[in-house]
């Protein structure tokens, strides 16, 4: 299973951005998808995830409102879309998956197996 993440950048304070991850190799077709995001100095954390068995969507509770997690199951790519993006929302930003058929958030690093290289977004203010 590979997982490539694209869609970072330099983005103004108050900005919007879409990242995207395409996640090529699964066997099978339940699985989670989430974002997560290491600022500077930080702790990697979860920002957002989705449930492929019933397309649920998880958010980290901070986060809720300027976050959006969406799918497309035909391309096997999932994105991120950030609104209203502020200073403190730059970070690196990954994408993991996990072969997974329940119906619950899944926020902690050791729950994914599969991870792709971060994609670094820039928020300028």
């Known amino acids: 299973v590979q997982l490539q993440a694209s869609g970072g950048g330099l983005v103004q304070s108050g900005g919007s951005l879409r990242l995207s991850c395409a996640a090529l190799g699964f066997t099978e077709d339940y699985y989670a998808i989430a974002w997560f995001r290491q600022a500077p100095g930080k702790e990697r954390e979860g920002v957002a995830c989705i449930v492929r068995s019933d397309g649920r969507t998880y958010y980290k509770e901070s986060l809720k409102g300027r976050f959006t997690i969406s799918r497309d199951n035909a391309k096997d790519t999932a994105y991120l879309q950030i609104h209203s993006l502020k200073s403190e929302d730059t970070a690196v930003y990954y994408c993991?998956?996990?072969?997974?058929?329940?119906?619950?958030?899944?926020?902690?690093?050791?729950?994914?197996?599969?991870w792709g290289e971060g994609t670094l977004v820039t928020v300028s203010s």
């Open positions: 993991a998956a996990s072969y997974f058929s329940g119906s619950y958030a899944l926020f902690e690093k050791y729950e994914y197996d599969f």
